[in-house]
């Protein structure tokens, strides 16, 4: 029996994850954490019956603890709450999966308690990827990307010297708004952007598909992954989403990973690894039906978020931290109405271009410059 907890269980990924679950019965949930979304996290409290749950948000933790006290289930709220059920005594695997910067902690928990991570939180990586991979080496445990594009990655470097690998290539599928030009993207409503055309994703990151800002993300994550600088990882525009992603070999072999766009297979690849197991319920790749796999090389003016995840990957330090801090709240602000599709980028680079750099930051100055951000972004959207 292997048992598990999964951080941020009402989200996309947190509800495939607990679909893998029902299918094998050598899986058991120990806890389970969310943000505010009490009416679902009851309902997957009720039929998994977890030691632990968290809710984030404090009210609406008081409202689930009255609406399960027929169950023995404790819960606990705020980052006190999510960090307990990451370190929860009976879990061996953690699959954090919340969306933010609200991840690094927990997860930084959860290592020091000796439990294996499924990573499916980008920023913990991107903004903490100096303090997470020294501390994954130091208490020997594992750190298996959920990512469809990272799981690829770590999937086509299985049995193979590692050291050999020259370059790694992380596909696109371009998103919805793949060959246009900025004055195409003037007008764009949340609406249109939330339109993935392959992905069923939360909103978050589908609006990061849609500026490319999460390749960005995903090119800075790999690098901590991988051990292998930026200027090493090249993004390509795939629209079919079939290549997940690539590694070149120094002799030019090119070893790829491939599937339907189905976020559970990298879930269970997670979960059960080394092993690979039946996805009871996964499409197969038809090729007959499919015909042709083609590439593109990103347009990196009009999607000027990607150019800037390089920009930041390259400079390290804080600047990640900033990209992503800007990104979040540019995304938010846009799925609102307060600002406009192209003001994203826009707002990322006014922000990296006021931060004075941090070279080595600890986890205080990290959080601290995600404030700091925040608060420069708000004034900044104030001002113009």
Known sequence: MKKIAVLGSTGSIGTQTLDIVREHQELKITALAAGSNIELLEKQVREFLPSLVCVYNEEKATLLKENIKDLSTKVVSGMDGLIACASETESETVVTAMVGMIGIQPTIEAIKAGKNIALANKETLVTAGHLIMPLIKEKGVSLLPVDSEHSAIFQSLQGENKADAHKIILTASGGPFRGKKLSELENILPKDALKHPNWAMGQKITIDSATMVNKGLEVMEAAWLFDMPVEQIQVLVHPQSIIHSMVEYI???????????????????????PERRNLLKGERVDFVKLQQLTFEEPDMDTFYGLRLGYQAGRLGGSMPTVYNAANEWAVAAFLQGKITFLDIPFVINEAMSHHKLIKNPSLNEILNTEQETYDFVRRYAKSV
């Open 251 to 273: 002799d030019g072999s090119v070893i790829a990973q491939l599937g339907v766009p189905d976020m559970r297979l990298p879930i269970q690849y997670a979960l059960f690894y």
